[in-house]
């Protein structure tokens, strides 16, 4: 997933670290959002939104409450992402025309979607390390998904439950499928993360960090719902690998300050460092010159598709910065950004 819902952190002392200087981080992600064409920016709650998908849940049946999941500060999260990076022309631009040709309520109802899946994966996401005694029930659920039986976990079945749903929300066969296939590699990632905390990491496995890391982003389904489903797949699929990986890539980077913070030693970049033998700050400087390239290249393969399509990724990126810049849990506020 994008990233762990974390308690509180302990508040960072002024150099940050004995290894990283909070001015080289936040020189390197100024260097980023400008490469990338966007901006720091805290985009404002949308109560109204938290609402709509709260009321969906309930009518759906879905857990809702704080004990014992947390569930409602997953939701925010899911439906800051909703709000910010899946907008999809509904919080910017002009929607005269999406509510002329009837694309508005599909793109609403996408985000929606979107929102709800994201709080319910993030909590999957969360599993290992905040609700261990889920485990099984983790393990369990890609074969009870393709049986049609229960999950034994109610945040699992209401994960289960919009999964049977993309069919109707992403347009078509292709983008549903390719979101389905990956968030069931996105389950199986999870348990490769348990599974292997102890491996140690070859100096040839050049692509492991990238295969494992858009495995447990779910990448590829991000990679979908960054375009609304109005838009055919054929105008964006070659990009798909370079989007897949660039997702991960920019919460890597957005990542890399709280993360260090926390100590976290088994994330992308300290897979990296792991594999190249070099430090994670190189290998976080290494996240960014990887994640412009990637940009740079998307973009260049959606100038030979309709406008929308580029137009579409391009305000994803936006968003999708804005989503990591909107919520406290990043602390990019104290990078000084």
Partial sequence: MLSHVSPPLQQPTVGFSNTVPIHSVRNTIHRLLARCNAQ????????????????????????????????????????????????????????????????????????????????????????????PQEMPSLRAFNDRFVRGEKQGNAMLDALADLLREAPKVFGGPVPANLVTTSILDFITATMIEVDTQDMQISATAKQYPSYQRVMSGSGEAYAVMAFPADIPFEEYIQAMPDIALFIC?????????????AGESTNHVATIAARKGISRVEAFEELVDTS????????????????????????????????HTSLTRYRLTEVGL
């Fill in 292 to 323: 412009v390239e990637l940009y740079e290249r998307i973009v260049s393969t959606l100038q030979g598709s309709p406008r929308s399509a580029r137009e579409a990724f391009e305000q994803f990126v936006v968003g999708y910065v804005g989503f």
């Fill in 40 to 131: 720091y920016k805290v985009v404002p709650f949308d109560n109204a939104f938290y609402q709509q998908c709260f009321d969906i849940a309930v009518q759906r049946g879905y857990p809702v409450s704080s004990e014992p999941f947390s569930v409602p500060n997953y939701l925010r999260v899911g439906v800051v992402f909703g709000a910010t990076a899946c907008a999809h022309g509904t919080t910017y631009g002009d929607t005269t025309r999406l509510v002329a040709t009837g694309a508005h309520d599909a793109r609403h109802a996408l985000r929606t979607w979107i929102a709800l899946y994201t709080a319910y994966a993030t909590f999957t996401d969360d599993i290992p390390k905040r609700f």
């Fill in 249 to 261: 890539t920019v919460n890597d980077v957005l990542s890399f300050y709280k993360e260090e913070l």
